[in-house]
């Protein structure tokens, strides 16, 4: 059994870790409030720019004489996948999750056609490195609240990479905030924009005039569209990077708690048997001085 002091030299260091635990959890809570609300809010915007794409693929912009760059389909010959996940660790599952799901689709994919990848976020660019995956870009330090002009850099590599025909389809990989408890790995095509994922039928029945015409719109659009998704996808993964480090700090310091308790009673224990050791001694040497 350990000694008393060593027992003692435990609890005071798992006193200490719990400490920094609860500092930390304090800590992501704030910023997890706060990025909750920015990806909340974001939400309503990329929606009723969706529903405008909508009404505008309804109202003829997209057809045999009109045509855009970021809808242009040709035959799959290579992939881009971008990936973002956090800079930091002490986020609990979340950014194994992510890594996990970016490997599956590496490794589908690598079936058909070479992959290349683009990452945002330190943990996945060590992921993509041990993995020996064709790494083009690394973004790093893009902060625990990104803004649109953060994430712009990123969007542009994209695009030009695409309209350029250096690959044939873009996909993004990100976690989705749904609630505190929970953050989805989510990975999507982002690119070419699926025209007929656009059409909404609330926008197709109402009769908007466009100017100077729904095909010049619907350019104008699209770049904005594209730059809306990899920024929600960035507000996603900030809220979701939040709530998990909140929740993994929070299950530490509960685990630092219950090891103390134990170690106290631990602690007890050894004293008790000390106790009771000097006592038999002194028991002996009173038994032996009287004999």
């Known amino acids: 059994m350990p ?13 200490n ?8 959890q304090m800590v992501a809570a704030s910023k997890m409030r706060r990025a909750q609300e920015a990806v909340t ?15 505008l693929v309804a109202a ?51 079936r058909e056609h070479p992959v290349s990848v683009v990452t945002a976020g330190k943990k996945v660019r060590d992921f993509m490195v041990r993995a020996g995956a064709d790494l083009k870009a690394s973004f790093t330090d893009m902060g625990d609240r990104p803004s649109m002009a953060d994430t712009l850099a990123v969007t542009r590599l994209v ?20 609630n505190t408890l929970v953050q989805q790995p989510v990975v999507q095509r982002l690119l070419p924009i699926a025209a007929e994922g656009l ?6 029945a109402t009769d908007y005039i466009y100017e100077p015409d729904a095909g010049t719109v619907l350019g104008a659009l699209l770049p904005r569209f594209l730059e809306m998704q990899v920024y929600q996808a960035f507000l996603e993964n900030s809220a979701s990077e939040q ?17 103390i308790e134990s170690l106290t009673l631990e602690l007890n224990k050894a004293r008790q048997n000390m106790i009771t050791a000097e006592l038999l001694d002194l028991v002996g040497g009173t038994a032996a001085l009287e004999g």
């Open 243 to 259: 709530s998990a480090r909140m929740v993994a700090m929070r299950n530490a310091t509960e685990a630092a708690e219950d090891m």
């Open 3 to 15: 000694s008393v002091r060593q027992i003692r030299g435990r609890i005071r260091s798992v006193r």
């Open 60 to 110: 003829g912009a997209v057809g045999p004489d009109l045509s855009h760059p970021l809808l242009e389909r040709r035959p799959v010959n290579s992939v881009l996948l971008l990936a973002i996940s956090p800079d930091r660790g002490l986020a609990g599952g979340m950014p194994g999750n992510l890594s996990r799901a970016s490997g599956e689709f590496l490794r589908a994919q690598l």
């Open 17 to 24: 870790t719990s400490r920094v635990t609860r500092a930390m």
């Open 159 to 178: 695009e030009q990479t695409y309209t350029s025909g250096g690959v044939d389809e873009v996909h993004i990989a990100y976690s989705k905030y749904v």
């Open 199 to 204: 059409e909404d039928e609330s926008a197709a």
């Open 41 to 55: 809010a974001s939400r309503p915007y990329a929606e009723k720019l969706r529903e405008v794409l909508g009404g």
